[in-house]
């Protein structure tokens, strides 16, 4: 199901997650499934939804997610082209959108109790909103907050050299919150877990049949292990192609499970 959505419906949402990051969710959902870590989800930066979506696909039917986002593209006083994209995405997909479960407006505006109270304690929390040092430091905050023990934080444009102030922000965060660390970097997201539960997640990264045709190598990072996840610029390139000419099935076959 997931593989379905990854390289058959994804690219009909208009966004930026590749097949890298959708299965580096996967992985760490799934095995969040298996050993029985429940909790909610939450997206803050949902755009049209493309790693919404997923999250929702992998979270399965007794856990909720919440979305977060200014939705004020194409803003209108009854909503926003943004917010009904997503809405009409969702219906298509058999994943409607539920209006309690949605913050139109500033991260500024919003808690992690707010959060907590719609969809309960949060075991994945991805965090793609403002891109500015005062946004990441709040965000960081509200997922902090919100997350269950055993919760996870992805943190997008980490690397981004556009948006130099998320990596501030990102190693900011780190820095104060030493019950932190990162188990896995990809070309554009950091995922992060209470220390407690580093091992697993970075072993369920590093073990992973969802990400064996991407290079994968041990580094650290601030004294923590990470698996750092490649995406060559190659496969990318032939990825793109094949989805740009309507090939799903052949962009597929450029990520096979070992």
Not at 61 to 71: E, S
Not at 119 to 129: A, E, I, L
Not at 212 to 222: A, P, T, V, Y
Request: with cysteine; aromatic share 10%; hydrophobic share 40%.
């Amino acid at each position: 199901m997931s593989r379905h959505y990854i390289f058959r419906e994804m690219s009909r949402i208009q966004g930026y997650m590749d097949p890298c990051d959708a299965l580096s969710f996967q992985t760490v959902l799934e095995y969040q499934n298996g050993a029985g870590l429940r909790g909610g989800g939450a997206e803050i930066g949902v755009y049209y939804g493309r790693s919404y979506f997923l999250i929702r696909k992998l979270i399965g039917q007794g856990d909720k997610v919440f979305a977060a986002d200014l939705f004020n593209i194409g803003e209108r006083a009854d909503g926003s082209d943004q917010l009904d994209a997503l809405r009409a995405s969702g219906q298509a997909l058999g994943l409607p959108v539920s209006d309690d479960l949605i913050h139109r407006g500033d991260s500024a505006d919003l808690t992690a109790d707010t959060i907590t109270k719609a969809v309960g304690p949060v075991r994945f929390f991805s965090v793609d909103g403002g891109h500015k040092l005062d946004h990441l430091r709040i965000d960081a905050a509200i997922a902090r907050d919100a997350l269950a023990d055993h919760g996870v934080i992805v943190f997008d444009d980490v690397y981004n050299h556009t948006w130099p102030e998320v990596a501030v922000g990102v190693f900011e965060f780190l820095g104060q919150n030493k019950d932190f660390a990162p188990f896995a970097i990809t070309p554009k997201k950091l995922y992060v877990c209470r220390r407690d539960h580093h091992a697993a997640y970075h072993g369920a990264m590093a073990g992973s049949a969802h990400l064996s045709s991407l290079g994968r190598i041990d580094r650290d990072l601030l004294g923590d292990a990470v698996v750092v996840v490649e995406h060559p610029i190659r496969k990318r390139i032939l990825y793109e192609l094949a989805m740009s000419a309507h090939l799903p099935a052949m962009a597929e076959r450029l990520y096979p499970e070992r």
